[in-house]
């Protein structure tokens, strides 16, 4: 019996209508409104960690320590986003006020601020069943900006999804915050109807290239495309140069193995590929780390088959070599790894190049800073390469990071990309594959912008202003005026 039936068209109707219905009362709540909201339903989640955790150990077979950790990254997560409304950065307000002598022409008085797009349809992750889904990101990215919330939820984790959401709703109404302001659909119909529906102004996904290319084909093929942010593929490249392997070999061989495997390879940023100089002598060290990690459950069978096909393709090329076979009976999954040279990898690059998600990489041997850097300009956008040099690296890693810094969103110096911090500066996306947005993050503050647009007032009456952009700073926001970042009022 299914506890969680799909959403028939009836439901999906009111959902959207209450979506829609709550976005002006979002959008014209204060910060401070807003930010109460938002902090009411991370301690709500704190909260409610008890009972959800072991719903999510059961639908994801994640481990317990992992969830509590997403559920903290989560509420820690929001907590962030209501600091930042209080603060006024989200809304970017910039006043330049009317300037009679600039040249070459007068200037009016000008005053921008972000507002919130609408209602924004959120496709749930399965490999993070809290930090990527219900109470995720997206969610709390668009609720800062002021948008209404419907999320799809992940066919992997229902239950606990409709679990978080009678958490989350309950909060948010309890706060004040309007009714429809979150809610939860099921079914891959209710989805892709949604992400027509004119009501829902934007979008965002984690998931496969396939599935993320098809929901960005409905979104901007629509009568009025929307924007859709989607993550969706990443191979994510470490360089191991060779001063690094001198100082910290066995530390280099236990990071990868630990960093490749972890969560049984399904972060979006395992790295899925190591590269190595000709003659690094790591490859014992490294098989048998790998040869050490427990076998586990993957998240569901459609990864699992997704993994399965992936290393079936790997197993039979001709341009690698199984170092380390690996087992995927029942749904569950061991580590696999090949290893292969610059010039084969670049000649199956096709095959080489593609993410499997799962418990497998590839160690792909060097043999001057010419094939090196050869490496660095085969692979496609992604979200993160790592390096792993030293301070005699100096002059090969300056030629070598310009080129990643062109195809990814995040550059690791010696330390692994798994594992990513929630803060101002952190930036989760990079060019396509790895997201259809590469000016944007998923991850970190400056997410909500992915939700908001700017609307510049142009010698507008002061009781007509939005209240951040008066001459009175009754927000006490930081506001940027006549190009100084200030609290003060204006005139004063």
């Not at 569950?332 to 000649?347: D, M």
């Not at 998923?442 to 700017?454: C, E, K, L």
């Amino acid at each position: 019996m299914n506890d969680c039936p799909d959403t028939t068209p009836e439901q999906l109707e009111q959902v959207l209508a209450a979506a829609a219905a709550a976005a002006p009362v979002l959008g014209s709540a204060r910060p401070a409104e807003r930010a109460a909201w938002i902090r009411a339903t991370a301690d709500a989640l704190d909260a409610a960690a008890d009972s959800l955790v072991p719903l999510a150990i059961e639908e994801s077979a994640l481990a317990e320590a992992r969830l509590r950790g997403e559920v903290a990254r989560s509420s820690g997560q929001l907590r962030l986003f209501a600091d930042a409304l209080e603060d006024g950065a989200l809304l970017e307000p910039i006043i330049d006020t009317a300037d009679p002598d600039a040249t070459p022409i007068p200037r009016p008085d000008l005053r921008r601020v972000l507002v919130p797009l609408g209602p924004v349809l959120v496709f749930a992750a399965s490999n993070f069943p809290f930090a990527f889904s219900v109470c995720g990101g997206d969610t709390a990215s668009a609720l800062a900006a002021g948008c209404p919330v419907v999320v799809k939820s992940h066919p992997g984790h229902p239950r606990l999804s409709d679990a978080v959401a009678e958490v989350m709703v309950t909060a948010l109404r309890t706060a004040g915050a309007p009714d429809g302001t979150l809610a939860v659909v099921h079914g891959d119909r209710a989805g892709v109807d949604a992400l027509g529906d004119p009501r829902v102004r934007a979008s965002g996904f984690t998931g496969s290239v396939a599935g993320g290319l098809a929901l960005h084909e409905i979104a901007v093929n629509r009568p009025d495309p929307i924007p859709f942010y989607g993550e969706l593929g990443s191979l994510n490249p470490a360089f191991v140069l060779r001063g690094a392997l001198e100082e910290r070999r066995s530390g280099i061989a236990s990071g990868f193995v630990a960093s490749y495997t972890l969560g049984v390879g399904q972060f979006c940023t395992k790295p899925g590929l190591l590269v190595l100089p000709v003659g690094h002598g790591l490859e014992e060290e490294i098989v048998a780390a790998a040869e050490e990690v427990a076998p586990a459950r993957m998240l569901n069978d459609r990864i699992h088959e997704g993994y399965t096909a992936g290393l079936a393709k790997l197993r039979e090329r001709g341009s690698v070599e199984a170092l380390v076979t690996g087992d995927e009976s029942d749904r569950g999954a061991s580590a696999s790894l090949f290893k292969t040279t610059v010039p084969r990898l670049i000649e199956d690059a096709a095959v080489l190049l593609e993410e499997c998600f799962g418990p497998t990489s590839i160690l792909v041997e060097y043999a001057d800073d010419d094939e090196l850097h050869a490496a660095a300009a085969a692979f496609g956008g992604s979200l993160t390469a790592t390096v792993h040099g030293a301070d005699s690296d100096t002059d090969v890693a300056q030629r070598l990071l310009p080129l990643l810094q062109d195809r990814v969103g995040r550059v690791v110096w010696n330390g692994w990309p798994t594992g990513v911090a929630v803060s101002w500066a952190m930036q989760h996306g990079g060019p396509f594959p790895a997201t259809v947005g590469s000016v944007h993050t998923s991850v970190g503050t400056t997410a909500a912008r992915r939700f908001q647009r700017p609307v510049c007032y142009q010698d507008t009456p002061g009781d007509l202003l939005p209240e951040v952009l008066r001459d009175r700073n009754s927000l006490n926001v930081s506001r940027r005026v006549d190009g100084e970042i200030t609290r003060s009022d204006i005139g004063s």
